[in-house]
């Protein structure tokens, strides 16, 4: 059974910084692509970022330069390290992960097998 257990949210000021991780097991880590993605209140999932098995990276527009997504395989982890976060950051945060998914839909919550519980991320003074 996969688990996928999210952890490091909490609340920051602005230009903060706050680092997210996912554990996971019941899979073969190496082998998944691994995403972020967030839910504001009253507000549909919006894909943050992706790590395909490969290593290769994808991101939202409006995190680039600010997010970076990192796994390490041997501790079947995977990262969000989230710099100069803005208050409309704020959002529940959720791991996502999927053995078969394809790049044009990378950013496509529904294409993903695999979901964690979530973690509050809030930005605010």
């Known amino acids: 059974q996969v688990q996928l257990v999210e952890s490091g949210g909490g609340l920051v000021q602005p230009g903060g910084s706050l680092r997210l991780s996912c554990a996971a097991s019941g899979l073969t880590f190496s082998r998944y692509s691994m995403a972020w993605f967030r839910q504001g209140p009253g507000k549909e999932p919006e894909f943050v970022a992706a790590?395909?098995?490969?290593?290769?990276?994808y991101y939202l527009d409006s995190v680039k330069g600010r997010f970076t997504i990192s796994r390490d395989n041997a501790k079947a982890t995977v990262y969000l390290q989230m710099n100069s976060l803005k208050p409309e950051d704020t959002a529940v945060y959720y791991c996502?992960?999927?053995?078969?998914?394809?790049?044009?839909?990378?950013?496509?919550?529904?294409?993903?097998?695999?979901w964690g519980q979530g973690t509050q991320v809030t930005v605010s003074s």
């Open positions: 790590v395909r098995y490969s290593g290769h990276t």
């Open positions: 996502a992960a999927d053995q078969s998914i394809i790049l044009s839909s990378i950013r496509t919550a529904g294409a993903y097998d695999h």
